[in-house]
Nanobody, 119 residues
Framework: QVRLVESGGGLVQPGGSLRLSCVAS????????MGWYRQAPGKQRELVAI???????NYEDFAKGRFTISRDNAKKTVYLRMNNLKPEDTAVYFC?????????????WGQGTLVTVSS
């Protein structure tokens, strides 16, 4: 069984910063891509950024220049550094990880962490 635990969300003023973390645990042989998604109230879940096993990154346009995704393979952890946050960044942020386990390869979702940007 694979589990993801996210942390780092909270209330921040516009222009502020947060760093989200997502730690994977369980019977994991290896981890391929790791990504962050978000879902704002009344909207569909959307991709924020993704990072491959060898460190290649891809960002949605709204995240470019403000957000940075990174990973620590030894710690099975993916991070999302968010700078210059805006009220429209308010959402529940989810991590998604592609894992290889003894029973096969599949994607796993975290439970989400709430980010609220408000003055």
């Amino acid at each position: 069984q694979v589990r993801l635990v996210e942390s780092g969300g909270g209330l921040v003023q516009p222009g502020g910063s947060l760093r989200l973390s997502c730690v994977a645990s369980g019977s994991i042989f290896s981890i391929n891509s790791m990504g962050w998604y978000r879902q704002a109230p009344g909207k569909q879940r959307e991709l924020v950024a993704i990072i491959t096993r060898d460190g290649r990154t891809n960002y949605e346009d709204f995240a470019k220049g403000r957000f940075t995704i990174s990973r620590d393979n030894a710690k099975k952890t993916v991070y999302l550094r968010m700078n210059n946050l805006k009220p429209e960044d308010t959402a529940v942020y989810f991590c998604n990880v592609d894992v290889v386990t003894p029973t096969g390869s599949f994607g796993v979702w975290g439970q989400g962490t709430l980010v609220t940007v408000s003055s």
